[in-house]
Nanobody, 118 residues
């Protein structure tokens, strides 16, 4: 089992910045991909940024140039640095991990609210 705990959400004004963290624990050596998703009210969950199974990064077009995903392997943590935030970035942001233990299994964190408003 893998446990994911996010932190760092909150209320920020347009143009501001936030950094989200996602700490993984448990059977983490089976994880081969991790990323951030978000879901705004009335909308489907969408990919924001991810580390793919090849170690590359992938971003949604709407956040390219503003958001940066990074990781600290020593802390088993990934981060999402969000700059130049817009009201349309308001959503619940969730951390995701995919692990292989004979079959692929997807794990989710509890989510953290990000609200961009003046």
């Amino acid at each position: 089992q893998v446990q994911l705990v996010e932190s760092g959400g909150g209320l920020v004004q347009p143009g501001g910045s936030l950094r989200l963290s996602c700490a993984a624990s448990g059977t983490i050596f089976n994880i081969y991909a991790m990323g951030w998703y978000r879901q705004a009210p009335g909308k489907q969950r969408e990919l924001v940024a991810e580390f793919t199974n090849s170690g590359n990064t992938n971003y949604a077009d709407s956040v390219k140039g503003r958001f940066t995903i990074s990781r600290d392997n020593a802390k088993n943590t990934i981060y999402l640095q969000m700059n130049s935030l817009k009201p349309e970035d308001t959503a619940v942001y969730s951390c995701n991990a995919v692990a292989y233990t004979g079959t692929n299994k997807v794990y989710w964190g509890q989510g953290t609210q990000v609200t961009v408003s003046s």
